[in-house]
């Protein structure tokens, strides 16, 4: 709380622009593995095998177009959102308040409920609560430091508990290889690991196939079938790059950290110690996940609806039990607890992140254009109340979570990702890259994309996902394409949509472009904003009543403090919950001084030139990285 000023916009959202490379880095990782990592990887392995973790090591390239391509535009922009920074690239209103409400759509079914979920999980496993009792009682820990303390508060405690999920990991995983016979024993013992119920009259029952219980064929390979497949090579590679690259490098949860550090090649660095993280969840978590179905294989792979219901509380199957059941039996009192704080570490990172960001969007994108007067004071408090409502409605689709996808958590979160994500993505993507896009082919993009992506989100949803066991009644034609199949075909389209609406309208002029695009990052040129008027009243808004932004659209480190009215001090209470939330500070106005002294000095955008030597040590460990990543793709293939 001491460290930065939170009564600022840039403070609180931005930790102050910041940030050096080891807290960037250790805060993406953190942020990105959350419970629903260790619930949902472990439970795809549990279930399927390997093939889940290339989810993780597709990401170790992604994320290096973040630093190196996406970063520099973005920070030249000087925007503290992504729908802010499409506002400044294609002008208007309506893609900044579409994709700040798509934004926060997903962040709710897609992040804040599945964390919740799989934390919850974790708790009913160990401690035997109720699973609301549970998912409350972490909200209420995860909030009290994701409202006081801003973002600055979250990375320092992501790189905390970044040490605390590796090392708690590192140590289930080595109880978890000795109890099996070793990494040779998982690879001689997991085709074997059949449930014995399959032996009982239940299966005759249900017309239970030998494929709802059996362990795939290919479990040991990370690249499969591409027709037959339950996740097919190609849709891995080409679809999951197309996710990914939303997530990774147009997502505002993990944006926000790059933005909050002290130079660009700070940035590069972070990305290099995150993808040099995601290196790890195949051994702490896929692999665990397989020990897990060896070692209780009547539970986790259970089949029979009755047995799943009393196992797990839900009948399409228990594979999300996996690493809990692992930490319940295998770890010893003292060693279990840790785990216990691991979870809690992963599920707190991951939620209040995306609590910071989810904040972020809706106080500066949607209620600060719905009430433009509103001054910092109210932003911040509106931000911290959002932060509540989402909580609720995130609770209410927790049920939703719990049966998608056959039970299989990870798989829930990729496909609804797959079916709303790849228009942002092929607009993001377009506007770096593509000077020639101009506001209405990026609109009807999106639109068009999120109408395509709902015609096959929404029949799934209503004719269910369905289970081995109980087939979704959904047609084929809609609901037979695999969803990474699925996420080229929707990005394909958005982006033909892009260009051909663009080029037959009206191009934008360069100097509406200059430190926009990636072709004009480095350019000195003035750069003209594309709604003066509107742009001018927002300043003059901004100088008259909301000191602490500066006209050329930086966010300055300014105590906004309103003096307590003459003849009413301020009580106790009052001024404690004022200190805790930072939204009173030691610096009141008088009339002789109406803008704070840091007012005075405008901070700076950071700059993107890099020192030579700094440069190439980054770039290098890229290399190395990338190169350390196509191994292992090639030897587990």
Known sequence: MYRTNRSSIGGYFLAGR?????????????????????????????????????????????????????VPVYLTAGVITMPQYLKKRFGGQRIQIYLS????????????????????????????????????????????????????????????????????AFILMGFAFNEVGGYRGLFARYLEAIPNTTLSPAPALYNISATCYQPRPDAFHLLRDPLTGDLPWPALIFGLTIVSTWYWCSDQVIVQRCLAGKSLTHVKAGCILCGYLKLLPMFLMVMPGMISRILYKDEVACV?????????????????????????????DGARGLMLAVMLAALMSSLASIFNSSSTLFTMDIYSRLRPQARTRELLIVGRVWILCIVVISIAWIPVVQAAQGGQLFDYMQSIASYLAPPIAAVFFLAIFVKRVNEP???????????MGLARMLPEFAYGTGSCIFPSACPRLICGVHYLYFAIILFLISVGLVLVV???????????????????????????????????????RERGQQPGVAENG???????????????????????????????????????????????????????AEHPTWSRVVNLNAIIMMASALFLWGYYA
């Open 18 to 70: 910041n940030m050096v490379w080891w807290p960037v880095g250790a805060s993406l990782f953190a942020s990105n593995i959350g419970s629903g990592h260790f619930v949902g990887l472990a439970g795809t392995g549990a279930a399927n095998g390997l093939a889940v973790a290339g989810f993780e090591w597709n990401a170790l390239f992604v994320v290096l177009l973040l630093g190196w391509l996406f």
């Open 101 to 168: 409400v798509l934004s926060l759509f997903l962040y709710i079914f897609t992040k804040i409920s599945v964390d919740m979920f799989s934390g919850a999980v974790f708790i009913q496993q160990a401690l035997g609560w109720d699973i609301y009792v549970a998912v409350i009682a972490l909200l209420i820990i995860t909030a009290i430091y994701t409202v006081t303390g801003g973002l600055a508060a979250l990375m320092y405690t992501d790189t905390v508990q970044t040490f605390v999920i590796i090392a708690g």
């Open 304 to 332: 029979v609806p009755e047995e799943c219901k009393r196992i797990c509380g839900t009948e399409v199957g228990c594979s999300n039990i996996a690493y809990p059941k692992l930490v319940v039996k295998l770890m010893p």
């Open 441 to 451: 082919g990026a609109f009807w993009g999106l639109v068009g994309g999120l109408l």
């Open 502 to 540: 663009s080029l037959c309208t009206p191009p934008i002029p360069d100097k509406n472009l200059h430190r926009l695009v990636f072709s004009l990052r480095h350019s000195k040129a003035e750069h003209v904003e594309m709604d003066m008027a509107e742009e001018e009243e927002r300043r003059r």
């Open 554 to 608: 930086t966010v300055e480190h300014v105590l906004e403090v309103e003096a307590a009215p003459a003849g009413r001090p301020r009580s106790s209470r009052g001024r404690c919950m004022a200190w805790l939330c930072h939204l009173w500070g030691t610096v009141e106005r008088t009339p002789d001084s109406s803008v704070p002294k840091e007012a005075e000095e405008p901070q700076q955008l950071p700059d993107i």
